[in-house]
């Protein structure tokens, strides 16, 4: 039986993707940082530290130090709350009202480091999300891809791993989640194939957060009993 829903947060709950991939744009410029601008969508869940690892990895041959991390992180973050427009995913309030419906416990799992967006979840979704139960980078050793922050999120719940679901926009996401054991929702709201989010192991996957909830009833039904690696379905 399903007990509890895990979000992730950006390109889930908000529609804030564009702006990270802009403010990660203009940072890595700034410092000489090769990347493309998909790269960014292919990078998200991690946390970012480990986003700069692989820039720096890939243009210089190291990791970023830590001064390096602080510096830069903190500057993409102020970059970030500039030009974010903070605005809602659209259809993300209508997957809460159904997961209300069911009465299933709802919390978020995301690799953001942000306290803007960490703190607007409550005053734009009342309700729903407890801090306390909320699994960010701040609770985090690995991160995403890594299966803890959803290991982490179950915890938090008080439920196992077939008593969940997790709705995700990201591959690396989706590579955590599963790698949790959790049955594993893909809205693609992104730029990405869906075969990218499907051959990460999503078991369901949906092109907007609206379509999710007409179709929720059904999503829980498929997610109920749900063993690992079963067969994808493209909806
Ligand atoms: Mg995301």
């Known amino acids: ?42 990078y998200e869940g991690r946390t970012g530290d480990s986003t700069l690892d692989i820039l720096f990895g890939q243009t210089f041959g190291r990791d970023a130090t830590e001064e390096e991390k602080r510096d830069i992180y903190q500057e993409k973050v102020v970059i970030f709350n500039e030009i974010n427009s903070g605005e809602m995913m659209a259809g993300a309030a209508e997957v809460l009202q159904q997961v209300g419906n069911y009465g299933l416990e709802t919390l978020v799992v995301t690799g953001s480091g942000q306290h803007t967006l960490i703190d607007k979840l409550n005053n734009d979704f009342p309700g729903y999300f407890q801090r306390e ?26 439920v196992q791993a077939d008593e969940a679901v997790v709705i995700e926009n990201a ?16 809205v693609n709201t992104g730029p ?27 999503a829980i039904r498929r997610a109920t009993g749900h063993r690992p690696a079963q067969d994808s379905e493209l909806l």
């Open 1 to 42: 039986m399903i007990k509890a829903v895990l979000f992730d947060m950006d390109g889930v709950l908000y529609d804030s993707m564009p702006f990270h991939v802009r403010a990660w744009s203009e940072v890595s410029d700034k410092y000489g940082l090769r990347y493309a601008p998909e790269d960014f969508y292919l």
């Open 133 to 158: 139960k909320m699994v960010t980078a701040f609770d985090v050793q690995y991160g995403k891809p890594h299966p803890e922050p959803y290991l982490m999120g179950l915890e938090k719940a008080g």
């Open 171 to 186: 591959p690396l996401g989706v590579r955590s989640a599963v790698a949790a054991g959790i049955f594993t929702i893909a």
């Open 192 to 218: 990405l194939p869906d075969k990218i989010l499907l051959d990460e192991g999503a078991s369901l996957l949906f092109h907007d957060m609206h379509t999710l909830a007409e179709n929720f009833a059904r």
